[in-house]
């Protein structure tokens, strides 16, 4: 009897996960093993898959086992249109799925970075992958803090990545909607162009979006040079926008 309520959660849990996972059907994109035994999986994100950065999904590879559920943190943005997640190995479940996906994959052309690579136009067919999610961690409410310190251990590293590309996304967002609406109030003078009063109450009407975060101090610690390949394709993308200095 005592053992009732626990295994009815547990079976009530997996069942609740099956359905869900059959409602995002996902496809695979990309695939990058790094040094360091790291797999990156980037795939296609459901329309009704809605996240925020710092959360994390379950995977499920029938290929490795049909059974095995097992959560990864989001790398991608919720700006982004994909999903991706980075696979360090470290048990027998990651291991059989480096090796899976890894069948699949050749060694990459010149510039690209990653021991073996492949995407969505290889030959080769890509192992099935199943989500659930997403589930929330304390992460995700970084937006409500002025100054982020985000501090990260190999490949614990992975939700802040998210963050810092969201980071990015937003402020962004957020001058161009500032310059939109400057636009919209005409200059003073006889000369200058006028703007439609109805058209300009509509726009204006609008709630301006919030974004408290002004700054970002991302500190990670490695025991691997090779392990800065990992995140270099996203940390490049991350300098090239933050013409600010956001992040440092």
Known sequence: MYLAVPVGLYVGERTLRFFRSGSYSVRILKVAIYPGNVLTLQMSKPPTFRYKSGQYMFVQCPAVSPFEWHPFSITSAPGDDFL???????GDWTRE????FSAAC??????????????????????????????GSPAQDYSKYDVLL???????A????????DLI???IKMEEEDEASTDLYPPIGPSKASVD?????????????VFKTTNAYFYWVTREQGSFDWFKGIMNEIAE??????IS
Do not use: C, W
Request: proline letters at 8%; a positive charge.
């Open 84 to 90: 991706s997640i980075h696979v360090r190995q470290l």
């Open 97 to 100: 799925l480096k090796r899976v």
């Open 106 to 135: 050749e060694p990459p052309m010149n510039g690209k970075s990653g021991l073996l690579r492949a995407d969505e136009n290889t030959k080769k067919t890509f192992p099935k992958l199943l989500i659930d999610g997403p589930y």
């Open 150 to 156: 985000l501090v990260g251990l190999g490949i614990g």
């Open 158 to 165: 992975t939700p802040f990545i998210s963050i810092l590309k």
């Open 169 to 171: 996304n937003n402020i």
């Open 197 to 209: 009063l109805d058209t300009l109450m509509r726009i204006t009407s609008k709630p301006k979006r």
């Open 241 to 246: 926008l933050d013409q600010r200095v956001t």
